[in-house]
């Protein structure tokens, strides 16, 4: 887990994104930064519109207008492929492992730049194929031990748990060496002695290894904990931002909030 | 006993060149789940291409390049490998069933223009008099039938072993990938259509490598050797055998080509010369009720499709299990 150096602009910033559903603003002028080595909390009730931040972000979802930087380096038209190749990569809401594969097949697929994943490599180039596979397997199976996943490396990643599979999609991202990390609620529907793990995990990872990390949550509580600066958005805008116990005593927050429980 | 012998060895070369064929078909289909319904168009480039390399000069037609049939074996793949990446290209970006219409029209095309364009392929009457291997010992029948026998058997085990090796590489483990979640696929950096061009034109490669050989074996082709009938026939050998498996895809193509040769002999057998046309259509019968019994039985062929496991995926060592992440 390599960390890229020596880069003076924010690893993210956005400006004026937005995105419409067929005239419905469902992300409306976000302009955010997230900055070196920070744990930043992007909350908000159900619908604010958080997920579909993240899908453009991460180049999954094109946006209708404004920009995003990586690195001081514009990606806004640019593809999922080329946004990891900067170093950023994303998790998803309800995570996507690849059911019939092992879990250690999962994370191995996480690598980058495999020369057996080219077909001529595959073909011609049988001892760098399995040099890059080796390091490969051994930087694997290195991320299931730190995620706990170790003891079921051989299993079908269909009969993990949600937490597990959690877990997984965690350990599969960290395979491609990214700087930034897009979470998206990584503690939803996992249990209770899951949860402080893969929150102990995220602390690390953040602190330790220096990863830059945006965590949307809905659980404010776990925000808390986590992160110093939390980004509140409601209806596709940003509501508030600042310390989490400051946002959390916003009369706007609260009735966002509460406006979304009722 | 020795006609037996001999005519086994023909149906079976003639078997395994069809297993070759299916091959092809298993990894686009099989492998990557790509619907291609114009197979005997890939397979007929194939074909062709090779003729037209290896045979001598003629005034006839252009060409005649008399190359050696291992090149035109070469020449014959590639032709269609590049094909299908042509069809490919322009499809694959597309909703799936763009590519079955494309492929489907591909394959009418490529009959007409095999029909037409008579100055290199010989018009309505084909291209004759290609060079068969070990033609040499074409005096004494047995040796002939089993020199071919062995070679075709070659070409089956090295396609395999090919293919096989190919998914069980990194290569074969993101085509998974992506035939389990696109999204997350693409999230991790892998570009699903870069991967389907290159399994579509691996399939072609091998269809056509098919083609080329069962042409030579043969000795001559002719449109109508590539109707849309041979689509179905390869499509029924690899359901037959079992979608997703290289092994079913060999068996099937036996199995079935055994099928249509016996209901073809029983056919020539009962019904008077002046009806055989119209009753040669009881073949496809034949085939499609084989087809239902096993959809029927067994749902998923013969063999059915395997759990992949990639390679170098050895236990872990005692050394590896202490480590910090
Ligand atoms: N693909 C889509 N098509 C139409 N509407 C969408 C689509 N994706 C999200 N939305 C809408 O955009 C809004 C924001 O959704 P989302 O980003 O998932 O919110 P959050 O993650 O904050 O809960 C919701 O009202 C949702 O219905
Ligand atoms: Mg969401």
């Known amino acids: 887990m390599t960390t890229r150096q020596g880069h003076a602009l924010p690893p993210l910033q956005t400006t004026g994104l937005s995105r419409s559903f067929s005239g419905f603003k469902a992300v409306d002028g976000m302009s955010l930064s997230l900055h070196k080595s920070e744990l930043l909390g992007l909350i908000g009730p159900n619908g604010a519109g958080k997920t579909t931040m993240f899908n453009m972000l991460a180049g999954s979802l094109p946006s209708s207008s404004g920009s995003i930087c990586i690195h001081g380096r514009d990606v806004t038209g640019q593809d999922a492929r080329t946004r990891i190749g900067h170093g950023m990569g994303r998790s998803f809401q309800i995570p996507k492992p690849f059911p019939h594969m092992t879990v250690l097949e999962n994370v191995l697929t996480g690598a980058q730049n495999q020369t057996g994943e080219r077909l001529f490599g595959a073909c011609f180039q049988p001892g760098r194929v399995r040099r890059d596979e080796h390091a490969a397997v051994e930087k694997a199976r290195g991320l299931l031990d730190f995620l706990l996943l170790s003891h079921l490396e051989g299993q079908m990643a269909a009969v993990l748990s949600g937490g597990q599979r959690k877990l997984l999609e965690l350990a599969r991202l960290l395979m491609a060496d990214p700087d930034i990390l897009l979470l998206d609620e990584p503690a939803a529907g996992v249990n209770p002695s899951l949860l402080e793990q893969i929150m102990d995990r995220i602390v690390t990872l953040n602190t330790q290894h220096g990863k830059s990390i945006l965590l949307i949550e809905h659980n404010m509580q776990m925000v808390g904990r986590l992160c110093s600066r939390v980004v509140v958005m409601a209806q596709g805008r940003e509501l508030a931002q600042g310390r989490p116990d400051d946002v959390t005593r916003d009369p706007d927050v609260i009735r966002a909030y509460l406006g979304d429980a009722a | ?325």
């Not at chain 2, 082709?221 to 179905?232: C, E, K, Q, S, V």
């Open chain 2, 1 to 325: 006993m020795i006609d037996l012998l001999s005519y086994g060895a023909f149906f079976l070369t003639m078997a395994l060149s069809y297993s070759v064929i299916c091959l092809g078909l298993n990894v686009q289909w099989g492998q990557t789940g790509l619907f291609n319904v114009g197979v005997a168009g890939f397979v007929a480039v194939g074909a062709y291409i090779s003729a037209v390399l290896t045979t001598p000069e003629t005034a006839e037609r252009l060409g005649g390049f008399h190359m050696p049939i291992a090149l035109g074996w070469l020449g014959g793949g590639l032709g269609a490998a590049f094909l299908s990446a042509l069809v490919g290209a322009v499809t694959l970006r597309l909703r799936a069933d763009y590519l079955a219409i494309a492929t489907f029209g591909a394959a009418v095309v490529i009959q007409l223009v095999l029909l037409n364009l008579e100055t290199i392929t010989g018009g309505p009457f084909g291209i004759g008099f290609i060079p068969r291997p070990f033609g040499d010992l074409a005096t004494n029948a047995n040796a002939f039938g089993l020199a071919n026998l062995v070679l075709m058997a070659v070409l089956v085990l090295v396609t395999y072993l090919v293919l096989e090796h190919l998914v069980r590489s990194p290569w074969g483990r993101v085509l998974r990938a992506i035939r389990e979640d696109e999204d997350a696929a693409r999230a991790l950096g892998k570009s699903p259509e870069r991967f389907r061009l290159q399994a579509f034109a691996l399939g072609g490669f091998v269809m056509g490598l098919g083609g080329a050989a069962q042409a030579h074996f043969i000795g001559f082709i002719a449109p109508d050797n590539y109707l849309p009938t041979l689509t179905f026939q390869v499509w029924t050998m690899l359901i037959i055998g079992g979608a997703g498996n290289m092994r079913g895809a060999i068996l099937g193509g036996v199995l079935v080509w055994g099928i249509w040769a016996m209901s073809g002999n029983l056919v020539s057998q009962l019904f008077p010369a002046e009806h055989q046309a119209r009753a040669s259509s009881l073949q496809i019968v034949m085939i499609g009720v084989a087809l239902c019994a096993v959809l029927l039985m067994r749902p998923r062929g013969i063999l059915g499709e395997v759990k992949t496991l990639s390679r170098h995926l050895g236990p872990r060592k005692p050394e590896d299990t202490v480590r910090e992440g």
